[in-house]
Structure formats: structure tokens, C-alpha cells
């Protein structure tokens, strides 16, 4: 009986974690709620965990809800949570980036699994913007909903990156 109250204790702690992330950011009731929401929609499409109040962590990767009103996401959960996600410099090496909005903007996206399809985040499906930040030389692969190839990015280290590419065509991506 133990176990339960520890899972619940912990959860607990988790909730009033994330409580204070978004107090500290300034974000109304009503845009935490909105906030939390969007997370949830997140995990019950793509999987993983949640770790801070707007972020999401894979196996081989996370996910960042930009806040409401603000351009570029940041994880609320970060040591400095002041530092926005705005380029592909804040795309760690070894992975492939994408946002939701063109130039950067919006929910961020990161993923290294080479072994796998990842899948775009539902309601990705105009503008956008990515960046290949892996080892020199490896393309990331994108595909349509029949896993058909859409689109090969250029060799990491050789301009690979779209600040204004399409999601719309694009269901899953290969990382390399």
C-alpha cells in the first residue's frame, strides 16, 4: 500500500512544481490551464513524459509548448528558463529540430532516434521550420502519412535548414 502514496505524493510534487514554473512566468490561471492542456494533447499523440510545466521528454528527444503571447518557446523547467528557443544554435548537436512556426517560432520539437519514425506533432501542418544539427554529413529523411519519402534534407553541416519550410506534406521524420 505503500507504493500508491508514494505515486500520488509524487504526483503531487510534480503539480505543485509545475504550479510554481508558471507562477514564476507571470501566466494567468486561464493560460496555465491552456498551457496544460496543449502538454496533454502532446502526450496523448506522441507519448513521453512530462518534465516542467510546458515541456515533454521522449526517448531520444523533447518537446517545448511555447507560452501563450510569447514568440519562442522556453522550457520553464531550465535552470535559466529566460533563454529562449529562437534558432537552430539552441538545437543540441546530434539531433533534428523543428518548430511549429517559420523562423523558429513557436512549440519546439527535437529528436536523435535514428532507428526510427518520429511523428509530427498534429496541427503541424503549415510553415514551420527545422533545422539538421546531427553528425557531419547525415541527412534526416521526411516522409509523408504512407511513409513515402517527401523530402531529404541536405548533409548536417552544409546548411541544412529551413527557416520557412511546410509541415502540411509532412507526417514523420527520419533523423537519419
Known amino acids: 500500500m505503500a507504493a500508491p502514496a508514494a505515486s500520488?505524493?509524487?504526483t503531487?510534487?510534480?503539480a505543485q512544481t509545475f504550479?510554481?514554473?508558471v507562477a514564476a512566468a507571470g501566466l494567468s490561471a486561464g493560460e496555465a490551464t491552456a498551457v496544460?492542456?496543449?502538454v496533454d494533447r502532446y502526450i496523448d499523440e506522441l507519448g513521453g513524459t512530462q518534465t516542467s510545466a510546458n515541456r515533454i521528454a521522449f526517448d531520444g528527444g523533447q518537446l517545448i509548448v511555447a507560452l501563450p503571447g510569447e514568440k519562442y518557446a522556453r522550457d520553464l523547467g531550465a535552470a535559466k528558463s529566460d533563454i529562449s528557443i529562437q534558432s537552430?544554435?539552441?538545437c543540441h548537436s546530434k539531433f533534428f529540430c523543428g518548430w511549429k512556426g517559420t523562423y523558429y517560432t513557436g512549440d519546439f520539437w527535437e529528436r536523435s532516434a535514428c532507428n526510427k519514425y518520429?511523428?509530427?506533432p498534429n496541427g503541424w501542418n503549415s510553415g514551420g521550420s527545422w533545422?539538421?544539427?546531427q553528425t557531419n554529413g547525415t541527412v534526416a529523411r521526411m516522409y509523408n502519412k504512407s511513409y513515402r519519402l517527401v523530402y531529404q534534407t541536405p548533409p548536417a553541416g552544409q546548411d541544412s535548414f529551413d527557416p520557412a519550410g511546410?509541415?502540411?506534406p509532412v507526417w514523420y521524420v527520419k533523423a537519419c
Open 19 to 21: 504550479a510554481a514554473q
Open 166 to 168: 511546410d509541415w502540411g
Open 8 to 10: 500520488a505524493d509524487t
Open 12 to 14: 503531487r510534487t510534480k
Open 131 to 133: 533545422w539538421n544539427n
Open 36 to 38: 496544460q492542456a496543449k
Open 118 to 120: 518520429h511523428e509530427i
Open 88 to 90: 537552430p544554435s539552441q
